[in-house]
């Protein structure tokens, strides 16, 4: 409708007649109906994500060799908290079954989950963090899912200490296949088990005060449910799981290191 409204002033602009005020129209509704309209249109939907992280899912499960009843249980779980109808819930096995059988799925899925975030951290977060289940179905990271999962980060902007501290929050021990380093190193005494509240802000032990509080108003910041705009509500409740994590990870900071 856009385009039909802006064609027909354009041609009136132009032409000074009815017929060019036609021919504007025609040229507009050609734009409105346009494929790469259409395709960013659906884009902007709040649930347009769906799609490519199921495909992506299929991806990252098939990646090392064969899919496994936990990595299928884990896509399952997720469907559940995303509230998917029976029938949207059989249109994403097929894109999960799609994406463990079609490579170029990949770059196709990272590339949508891209555009639906239009550069947004705070939505890149919530996006892995529901991948992270999947990715750890079966136990550690292995070489071949790291692989896909960092191709996402940096599609998305996402830096690799980041992804730690994401997985940190959902008790996940993260380390790259070969690394010394990572959430898995043992939580401070008193911590929740898996909780490091260290990993959880993505931080260094040894990290000053200031250090601290920086990366809390960082990530209570991208986490805030108020920022998110028009989304689904399974990723607002995301949201305040993950800032009420931050909270507590900080709070426990606070104490530990008797920062005021």
Known sequence: MIGKIVGAILGWLLFRNPIGIVIGAILGHLWDASPQRMQRTTRSLPDAFIAPLFSLAGAIAKSD???????????????????????????MILQFNAGKSD???????????????????????LLLDMLLDIVYAEGPLVPEKLAIVRKLCF??????????ALAAMRGYAYAAPGARHGSSRPPPHGAPRGKDPYAVLGLQRDADERAIKRAYRKLISQYHPDKLGDVPDELKRRAEERAREINTAYEHLRELRGIK
């Open 65 to 91: 060799g064969r899919v496994s009843e936990a990595e299928i249980a884990a896509a399952e779980s997720l469907m559940v908290r995303l509230q998917l109808s029976a029938q949207r819930r059989t249109q």
């Open 103 to 125: 490579t170029a799925k990949l770059q196709m899925a990272i590339a949508d989950l891209k555009a639906w975030c239009h550069g947004r951290r705070d939505l890149a977060y």
């Open 155 to 164: 599609a998305l902007g996402v830096h690799e200490t980041e992804l730690m």
